[in-house]
């Protein structure tokens, strides 16, 4: 009956979460899956979080249905982050938002919507990406193609052949961007880059498709919306995914939002609804826990602002332990430049190793990144740091 059905070789991140759990080298270090652990090497509660559980802690509450688009508190907290709290276009309700079962769903009700309501449109995904980011357009039916994107050579994106790519792009066809915090290189593009991508994708007619999974973990909550409010004053019609699983430290609630920016207040209700049949014919509604808590976080300006300073911390604290590994890696292995730690920005590093060297790691020393050489530098802290940079050392001298 099955037997046509191919094996799953496993998926290149979390796959790594269970060979990281089964490891049994006591100075194992997971640099692996993107996950923000702390000083500790604990995943951590945040202090609104916890505040925010104790205002809804009642174990034999009822657990009714959500609507199919989720709480309108969860909603309006996504675009309050997203657009700014008084931005223009909300105030014209010309943005439709559902909420989603994490960054992940919401890619998904995005690109089936798409794949229905566009059926000629191709899905452009930048070359390195998200791996997932294929895998879920290609699922809703997309035909999936690569961006030129990140120069190995120079570290740097290569924007004069990705602005001459867009170039040749049909209306319509989606290109699915970073606006900070790039997965997996660490590498962003300048806000003038982004004026200068957003105007041909304008000239172009083509659907950005804004993908923000670490917002304030760049520089700033705005700063890293950049790319989406700027398109948004350029009246572009634009989708953005959002999730919460890393700044709110949600990962197992599933909490997210999918948000589509639309000319006019009508064309924002007929996409709303149709938003809310996709996801009914997905998955039907949305965890209620996580979005009661992202729903009291994000609409308590005291909880708010505790929220935002929890997440600087975070960022400050992974921002420290880029220049900590530059330094010490300097030391071990003079000559070779690791000054691409301390430029790009996020969760995540490209390091450059060869996938040989990332094996060595691993089964050397218990340390995991993903084959791609992307480094999750969230994992490392004051104790592991040394054992790291030695390790890295030692394989960088093959
Ligand atoms: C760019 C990006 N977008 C969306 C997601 C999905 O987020 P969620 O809200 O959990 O559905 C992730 C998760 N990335 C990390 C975990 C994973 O691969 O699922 C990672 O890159 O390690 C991203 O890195």
Wanted: net charge negative.
């Amino acid at each position: 009956m099955f037997e046509r059905v191919e094996f799953y070789a496993g998926d290149p991140i979390l796959g790594l979460m269970v060979e990281f759990a089964n490891d049994t080298n006591p100075n194992k270090v997971n640099l692996g899956v993107g996950v923000y652990y702390d000083e500790d090497g604990v995943l951590p509660v945040l202090e609104c979080v916890k505040t925010a559980e104790q205002r809804i802690a009642d174990p034999f509450a009822a657990r009714p249905y959500l609507p199919m688009e989720g709480l309108p508190g969860h909603r309006k907290g996504c675009q309050n982050l997203l657009f700014g709290k008084d931005a223009p276009v909300l105030q014209q309700n010309r943005v439709a938002t559902v909420a989603t079962i994490g960054g992940s769903g919401a890619l998904k009700v995005g690109a089936d919507f798409i794949s229905k309501w566009f059926p000629q449109a191709k899905c452009y995904v930048s070359d390195p990406t998200w791996g997932n980011h294929i895998a879920i357009f290609e699922g809703s039916g997309m035909e999936v193609g690569k961006y030129p994107y990140y120069d190995k050579a120079t570290g740097s994106v290569k924007f004069d052949e990705l602005i001459a790519f867009f170039k040749t792009l049909n209306k319509n066809d989606v290109v699915l961007l970073h606006p900070c915090c790039h997965n997996p290189t660490g590498v962003d593009l300048t806000q003038a880059q982004w004026d200068g991508l957003l105007q041909v994708v304008k000239e172009r007619e083509l659907i950005p498709f804004m993908d923000i999974a670490y917002q304030g973990f760049g520089e700033d909550m705005d700063s890293d919306a950049y790319a989406i409010r700027k398109a948004v004053d350029m009246g572009l019609p634009l989708f953005v995914s959002n999730s919460f699983s890393k700044n709110l430290s949600l990962y197992g609630e599933r909490v997210g939002g999918l948000s589509v920016v639309c000319p006019t207040e009508e064309e924002a209700d007929r996409v709303f609804g149709q938003l809310k049949f996709t996801v009914r014919r997905i998955y039907s509604s949305p965890p209620s826990h996580g979005g009661r808590v992202v729903d009291i976080v994000m609409n308590d300006d005291e909880l708010h602002e505790q929220w935002v300073s929890e997440v600087y911390a975070m960022r400050d604290r992974i921002k420290a332990m880029r220049l900590k590994l530059k330094s010490v890696l300097e030391s071990k292995v003079p000559g070779r430049n690791f000054d691409y730690l301390t430029t790009q920005n996020g969760m995540f590093s490209f390091t450059g190793l060869t996938p040989e060297q990332v094996e060595r790691l691993k089964t050397e020393f218990g340390i995991y990144m993903v084959s791609n050489s992307r480094m999750c530098v969230a994992g490392l802290n004051s104790s592991n740091i040394d054992y790291v940079a030695n390790a890295m050392a030692e394989v960088l001298k093959d």
